[in-house]
């Protein structure tokens, strides 16, 4: 199972990050974290890949 994490912040390591292991996305930070499932995660994706969610 291949795992991917980027942080929300590149210049730090302490900023929340992005993490992608299996079918499960993990936003956030110790304490303070969400959990998307495949299909919740796709459909935040669309949201934002069709302009209807976008930088605030």
Same mark, same amino acid.
């Given at each position: *199972?291949? /795992?991917? &994490? *980027?942080?929300?912040? !590149?210049? $730090? /390591?302490? $900023? !929340?990050? =992005? %993490?992608? =292991?299996?079918?499960?996305? +993990?936003?956030?930070? /110790?304490?303070?974290?969400?959990?998307? %499932? &495949?299909? %919740?995660?796709?459909?935040?994706?669309?949201?934002?890949?069709?302009? +209807?969610?976008? +930088?605030?």
């Amino acid at each position: *199972m291949e /795992t991917l &994490k *980027m942080s929300l912040c !590149p210049q $730090c /390591t302490m $900023c !929340p990050e =992005v %993490e992608i =292991v299996g079918d499960e996305v +993990r936003i956030g930070e /110790t304490g303070n974290l969400v959990a998307l %499932e &495949k299909d %919740e995660w796709n459909v935040l994706v669309d949201l934002i890949a069709s302009g +209807r969610l976008g +930088r605030l």
